[in-house]
């Protein structure tokens, strides 16, 4: 068994509270950036899907006109 810290040992309560508001702020802003993250990938993964459909379809062209 533990004992509790002495009185006027480690952080005060405030200080606690302050890290823990700062701390969830942080994560909060982290997610933010993962989602934006998330939608600029996506948003690659379409123009490359796009710019393999358009490869394609000059590369059917171009062996047509051999």
């Given amino acids: 068994m533990t004992t509790p810290p002495a009185e006027g040992s480690g952080p005060s309560k405030s200080t606690i509270e302050d890290r823990i508001t700062r701390l ?4 909060d802003s ?5 989602r ?3 939608q600029r990938r996506g948003d690659l993964q379409n123009t490359l899907q796009r710019i393999t459909g ?3 379809v000059l ?3 171009l062996t047509e006109h051999q």
Avoid: V
Wanted: charged share 40%.
């Fill in 24 to 27: 969830r702020r942080e994560y």
């Fill in 30 to 34: 982290g997610l933010e950036q993962m």
């Fill in 36 to 38: 934006a993250l998330e």
């Fill in 54 to 56: 358009a490869i394609q």
């Fill in 59 to 61: 590369e059917e062209m």
